[in-house]
């Protein structure tokens, strides 16, 4: 690992929240002021092919990172809020419905989370 996938990656992996590239730039800024956002695009992409750490899609929301700890997330349609749930392991289920090997699946659970709820009731 280079220096900087060495910082992004306990960056990602001591973080609770879910960070865009954006944040994680932001944060690696303070180790290394002169760190340029190209830089950190490339060091990420490269840990994300590595496997090293897992990237959260969502329509019209940036990818964010995540640590690779297995885990699946809830997604709030209303503001993109991503939040940690955990879920049985569907592997063996998976398996066993497959014909053959898979390389990892990807569970999202659209919900509206609890501070946008409460923003609808005082409207
Ligand atoms: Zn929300
Ligand atoms: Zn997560």
Known sequence: MTKYEKEIYGIITRSTEHLTVEQIYMELKKVYPK???S???NNVNRLWKARKIHKISVENMPDRY????KHDHL???R?????D???EDLTASLREQMDGDFLFYDLKIFYICPECRE???GL
Do not use: F, P
């Not at 503001?79 to 939040?83: I, N, P, Q, S």
């Open 66 to 69: 995540d640590r690779i700890v």
């Open 85 to 87: 749930i955990s879920l």
């Open 119 to 121: 923003q609808e009731k």
């Open 35 to 37: 760190v340029v956002m």
């Open 79 to 83: 503001c993109g809020k991503l939040a």
């Open 39 to 41: 830089t950190v695009y």
């Open 75 to 77: 997604v709030c349609q």
